[in-house]
């Protein structure tokens, strides 16, 4: 026995089809879909109790797979040593390195 289906269009996923002519309603709803995910949730918080410890997270899981174990582990004793203000100004640089900004 055949499905006959009651529609054209594929079944794909809606994420990047708009749901509305106004940009506005999408900005909307692309915002509330986004709140509702619950590791987008995470890092917020995580981000607002303590954002020099995420902001390391965040740069070092782009690292790690750059970089052989050996040197990963150099890289986090070097970060352990180094001043609060000295680690915080060298994240910031490899997170917009990493992001293409520097």
């Given at each position: 026995m055949k499905r006959i289906s009651g529609s054209s269009k594929s079944k794909r996923s809606t994420g990047s089809q708009k749901v509305s002519d106004n940009p506005h309603i999408n900005f909307l709803l692309t915002k509330q879909a986004k709140l509702c995910k619950a590791p987008y949730v995470q890092a917020i918080d995580?981000?607002?109790t303590d954002p020099i410890a995420e902001l390391e997270r965040r740069v070092m899981k782009k690292l790690r797979p750059k970089l052989s174990l050996d040197s990963f582990k150099e890289l986090q004793k070097a970060l352990n040593a180094m001043s609060a203000i000295?680690?915080?100004?060298?994240?910031?640089?490899?997170q917009d390195k990493l992001n293409g900004r520097g």
């Open positions: 995580r981000s607002k000295d680690r915080i100004d060298y994240l910031h640089t490899m």
